[in-house]
């Protein structure tokens, strides 16, 4: 186990800053929230960003969360498995070994499937 601090605690924060604060205190590691990534990425490439990860001494060793494949149907499930489907060669290309998926089951799923979610 790694220990590493979650950059959602800091999420008014940009991820810029964010990762030099926590290198400035010596954090190595760290829990990556998406929303924090696609911001950074929508204006930076993913060479861009890992390169401000090497620059500062940090791993991202997780990255959180992803919600919305358990419990969402019809097209809401089909936009959440698109956009799962895009975030894993950014993590892959990142380095990020480990993705949080978020447990959103409530009660009992229905049958329903949308096409491509099989």
Do not use: N
């Amino acid at each position: 186990m790694r220990p590493a601090l979650a950059t959602v605690c800091s999420l008014d924060a940009s991820l810029e800053t964010i990762l030099e604060d926590y290198a400035a205190g010596h954090c190595e590691a760290i829990d990556l929230w998406l929303g924090h990534a696609e911001g950074f990425l929508a204006q930076h490439g993913v060479a861009a960003l890992k390169e401000r990860f090497e620059r500062h001494g940090i791993a991202p060793v997780a990255a959180s969360f992803q919600g919305g494949l358990l419990t969402s149907q019809g097209e809401a499930r089909l936009e959440h498995w698109k956009h799962f489907e895009a975030r894993l060669p950014v993590l892959r290309d990142l380095g990020v070994p480990v993705l949080v998926i978020a447990g959103d089951a409530f009660g009992p799923l229905s049958a329903q499937v949308s096409a491509g979610c099989r």
